[in-house]
């Protein structure tokens, strides 16, 4: 870095504080009522005849459209700032929020919510990291969780947030208040700001190393297209591929079995705790007895991130083994959560896997960038990311299909608890392969 763009970023340090402020809010407004599907949707499914399928395939579609829309972002950002890019994924996201509000039965869901916020919301995450990653270097890990943290005390709250607006204004008002809240993605992403830098290939503070070294870069890049226009088209498109996906990543055999473990464990997390409402419903529990379960995960997720970050502070934890580990301590507890029905010992399982969900969430994107360099880690997590999607939308429909065919919520459970299998089973052989 330059002694004039070091003088800059010291200069505007403090939008940084705003960045944060930002990447909260989007965040909260993005995710924060993902878990209440259940507490939102349950009477609606009811009345329309809906089935559970359509709603874990819309998740499936979701998870998958988050990698789409972080490919969309990386191509737009060679032509326009990434703040440009992240307002075009908030108005993405706010309109499928919007067409919510008038679907008629959940099968409308995989496209206002699957397709449409799942794209925009996943052209505002790599915006909001990017962002941040630029004006936080030396501090980065412990502002980002605070960032976290603050994030996730206010999603304690957010399911009995959901329960009263649902008990005032049911669903139609309650999703009315969800767009309301949606629209605040768009201030998150005019906060974006990098002052007077225009970054082409979404690098972050630490990659960047002067104004003269990022002329030098595009003037090779202008030469590298002007090489590209004598080539035939075919070769145009295969070179475009391998650009904008870095496929090279995908010859580490390693890595491919990270993101095979992975992707089924983040599947099964997230279907899991998504149907949870449903479940509890299902044993009998009223809507604030469910409400304050939601609750009890969500401030366990927060203790379990607080609590990791306080015992790497002492102890040097590999990742791989903490998520190995995680996994198959989380298999065993929801074994247990499902022949229990007592709600004190539901709540007490719920608090448990929060903690360990927790420790999923932070042990995942850090696997990945100890496998891979620096310079492929964005490619490398963006491909874990459409792996991920891949499993999602291939086996959210038939997850649905398991609580519809035997109108039950066991079996499905049963079969989300079974899709941890691979990352337990895979991840040893590997091991043993390895030593060998």
């Known amino acids: 870095m330059d002694p004039e763009t070091k003088d800059h970023k010291q200069k505007y340090d403090s939008w940084g504080l705003v960045v944060c402020f930002g990447t909260i809010i989007t965040f909260i407004a993005g995710i924060g ?41 990386n191509i737009m950002s060679n032509r326009i700032p990434l703040q440009l890019g992240g307002l075009i994924g908030a108005v993405l996201f706010t309109l499928g929020s ?15 919510f699957g397709v449409l916020q799942g794209i925009g919301f996943g052209i505002m995450v790599p915006v909001c990291y990017s962002t941040f990653n630029y004006y936080f270097v030396r ?6 969780s605070l960032c976290k943290s ?3 005390i206010i999603l304690i709250w957010y399911p009995l947030l959901m329960k009263r607006t649902m008990n005032l204004y049911g669903m139609r008002g309650t999703l009315l208040i969800i767009f309301g809240i949606s629209l605040h993605t768009i201030p998150g992403m005019l906060s974006m700001k990098k002052k007077d830098i225009f970054v082409r290939s979404m690098k972050t503070a630490s990659d960047v190393k002067g104004v003269k070294e990022s002329e030098n870069v595009d003037l090779l890049q202008e030469k590298d297209g002007d090489i590209e226009n004598n080539k035939n088209k075919l070769n145009k498109i295969r070179r475009g591929i391998l650009e904008v996906l870095n496929l090279k990543v995908l010859k580490d055999p390693v890595y491919c079995n990270i993101c095979i473990g992975q992707s089924f464990v983040n599947f099964s997390d997230l279907t899991f705790f998504i149907l949870l409402p449903m479940l509890l419903f299902q044993h009998g529990y009223d809507k604030s007895q469910v409400a304050t379960c939601i609750s009890i995960g969500a401030g366990a997720d927060v203790a379990g991130r607080c609590l990791l970050t306080a015992l790497t502070s002492f102890v040097k934890i590999n990742t791989r083994t903490l998520f190995f580990v995680t996994t198959l301590l989380t298999l065993i507890l929801r074994i247990l959560l499902l022949q229990i029905r007592e709600f004190v010992w539901v709540a007490t399982a719920t608090a448990s896997l929060g903690v360990l969900r927790a420790w999923l969430h932070i042990a995942s994107p850090l696997i990945i960038s100890d496998q891979v360099s620096h310079e492929d880690f964005p490619a490398a997590y963006a491909l874990f990311l459409l792996a991920a999607g891949i499993v999602n939308v291939t086996c959210s429909p038939f997850i649905g299909m398991l609580k519809d065919y035997y109108e039950d919520y066991i079996p ?23 030593k060998k």
């Open 33 to 73: 009522h993902v878990n209440s599907f259940g507490l939102i949707y349950i009477d609606f499914m009811n009345e329309t005849g809906s089935t559970a399928k359509s709603l874990t395939t819309a998740h499936g579609v979701f998870a998958i459209m988050l990698a789409v829309g972080g490919i969309l972002l």
């Open 98 to 112: 919007l067409l919510t509000i008038i679907i008629s039965n959940t099968n409308q869901l995989p496209i206002t």
């Open 150 to 152: 603050v994030q996730g």
């Open 139 to 144: 501090k980065r890990t412990a502002v980002m």
């Open 412 to 434: 499905a459970f049963y079969a989300l608890t079974a899709c941890c299998i691979p990352c337990l089973v895979l991840w040893p052989i590997e091991l043993l392969l390895r």
